[in-house]
């Protein structure tokens, strides 16, 4: 049985994708987080605070909801990968109104990325965007407009 120990660079893959994992004798990996640490900054909401943001808004007074721009992307970015409708289809460097049927295959795209995603910044605006889009799919005749810079 191979020595697992960090002296006989056992536990330790080397060089290549993801070289600073920790790995078991077998080669899988133990803590695929170690190597997060240099990307750590795109999980902090101080990263986005200069950003032009993606606004959401329904017409409900005070329900307009602002995400940073690269944020949303980043919810597109899942929708695309998971092959949904609506959400990468959406330019957010123009006015897209949707109508209540919109909304309803909208609120469930969000709700899937959010039970996917493990990435906690991302889920707490899709907590404020959910709302607001909500409030479109409960009121008739309501339109949900979604706007960039």
Partial sequence: MPDPSPASGGGQRSGGFGSRCATSVAGDILDPMVPTARFADRLLPETYAEDEVVQLDCGVPESAVAVPERLFA??????????????PSIDIHSRTPLNRLQCETLLDEFEFIAAVSNDDLLREHLVRVRSV???????????LVIEGP
């Avoid at 980043?74 to 959400?87: D, K, N, S, T, V």
């Avoid at 889009?133 to 339109?143: D, G, I």
């Fill in 74 to 87: 980043r919810a597109q970015g899942i929708a695309r990968a998971y092959e949904l409708h609506l959400l």
């Fill in 133 to 143: 889009v909500s409030a479109c799919v409960r009121v008739p005749q309501r339109e």
